[in-house]
């Protein structure tokens, strides 16, 4: 079972480029959501989405997009790096969005943006 | 506003002694959920427990168990037996209704020594 998996693990993107994160998951889970890791801010929600055609922002969506076309995928799309982007990437999901629901996290992205 | 509150950026312990981590949190929900989740050095997020705000009694996992104050607003990490593998960041994090978003707080970097 490879529960939540994030491609790539590490990239390194120039200022202005644009690019995707991609995260797969295979426990059919309806609720996923985007974090972003900073050092002393913990993780912040960028986007998240309760089923498939459904979006949201988070606390931190701006110059991020996301769309979910399928139950399984959910990919974070950078619009024009910037160096602020430079973070860890985390991708979660959980089979509902009920209170006692664990969430499950991908292994991160690390990004850097030059 | 924060809503998640970790004072503690850093901790050393010994080997074998018990360590308690402090969080605090903030919601005027009165249906919510605290749980924690250890990050080691590899990057990854584990879930180590939950507590909901309706449960009578504190969370407990095995090593871990959960000091859970209502009124003080507060859910302290225990982990008793301290061993070296427990060097980690630990996160707390709160989910304040049924739409499934998690907010964290900036994580106690823990240190276990022998």
């Known amino acids: 079972n490879a529960g939540v998996t994030q491609t790539p693990k590490f990239q390194v993107l120039k200022t202005g480029q644009s690019m995707t994160l991609q995260c797969a998951q295979d426990m059919n889970h309806e609720y996923m959501s985007w974090y972003r890791q900073d050092p002393g801010m913990g993780l912040r929600l960028i986007h998240y989405?309760?089923?498939?055609?459904?979006?949201d922002q988070g606390e931190v969506p701006n110059g991020y997009n996301v769309s979910r076309s399928t139950t399984e995928d959910f990919p974070l799309r950078l619009l024009s790096a910037a160096p602020s982007q430079t973070s860890v990437y985390f991708c979660?999901?959980?089979?509902?969005?009920?209170?006692?629901?664990?969430?499950?996290f991908g292994q991160g992205t690390r990004l850097t943006v030059v | 506003a924060q809503k998640i509150t970790q004072t503690q950026p850093g901790m050393f312990v010994q080997e074998k002694e018990a360590v308690t981590l402090d969080c605090t949190y903030d919601t005027s929900d009165p249906s919510y959920g605290l749980f924690w989740y250890k990050q080691p050095s590899s990057g990854e997020m584990i879930f180590l427990i939950y507590q909901g705000s309706y449960d009578q009694q504190n969370a407990t996992e095995g090593r871990y168990s959960l000091n859970f104050q209502k009124a003080r607003k507060s859910a302290n990490l225990v982990i008793s037996a301290s061993q070296l593998g427990d060097s980690a960041m630990y996160f707390c994090?709160?989910?304040?209704?049924?739409?499934?978003?998690?907010?964290f707080g900036a994580g106690t970097q823990v240190v276990v020594t022998p």
């Open positions: 979660a999901s959980s089979y509902s969005t009920e209170l006692n629901t664990e969430a499950f």
């Open positions: 994090a709160m989910r304040e209704n049924s739409w499934g978003k998690l907010q």
């Open positions: 989405s309760v089923g498939a055609g459904i979006t």
